[in-house]
């Protein structure tokens, strides 16, 4: 089955880490979305949230991955992702200031297309290594973005889902780092 769901962005890999930079300025003319060290702009949270890459690399990791701890992940990123994009679609509906936003699509962004790519050509401990890696900076920045919105967001609904949403990525984000000590 293709799933082509908005998807919790865990990814969150091609031009996230730029919103996620600390900045001091305070220009409101900047060309681009509002981030500031404590605060990330809805608009922002609504097109970096919905991802494809972490249940597509995820399914490839139940495929090609000789590690039933891996694996078990793998399924678990599956289940809880695809639940959060349906809650995402949910609270996007529900929101307050979104009705002008447009998520982005379901599609991969080139950055996650090119990564998608190394694992589906890597094979035994070189795949599970670059699954883990991969998504372990993509958890790093998820619950990045989650805490910053569900402290800072101004959309109600979107923040309670950034709330419920949290400890969640917070789990993943602990579960792929024991997997990286695991598998090095």
Request: glycine letters at 4%; a negative charge; zero cysteines.
């Given at each position: ?31 681009g ?41 793998a ?29 982005a ?12 790519d ?45 709330k ?21």
């Amino acid at each position: 089955m293709k799933t082509l769901l908005p998807l919790v962005a865990v990814a969150l890999l091609a031009g996230t880490p730029a919103a996620f930079t600390q900045s001091n300025d305070t220009n409101t003319d900047a060309v681009g979305p509002m981030v500031t060290q404590n605060k990330v702009d809805t608009q922002t949270f609504v097109t970096t949230v919905p991802n494809a890459f972490e249940i597509q690399s995820s399914k490839l990791a139940e495929e090609k991955s000789a590690s039933a701890d891996v694996k078990a992940f793998a399924a678990d990123m599956i289940k809880d992702h695809t639940k959060a994009g349906e809650d995402f679609k949910a609270a996007l509906s529900q929101g307050q200031t979104t009705a002008s936003i447009k998520p982005a699509g379901p599609g991969l962004q080139p950055k996650e297309q090119q990564m998608l790519d190394e694992l589906k050509a890597a094979s035994g401990k070189d795949f599970d290594a670059k699954y883990i890696k991969m998504q372990t900076d993509a958890h790093k920045d998820a619950v990045a973005l989650f805490s910053t919105y569900a402290n800072s967001g101004d959309d109600p609904a979107l923040k309670e889902f950034a709330k419920k949403t949290l400890p969640v990525l917070k789990m993943h984000e602990k579960h792929a780092k024991e997997l990286a000590v695991a598998h090095q």
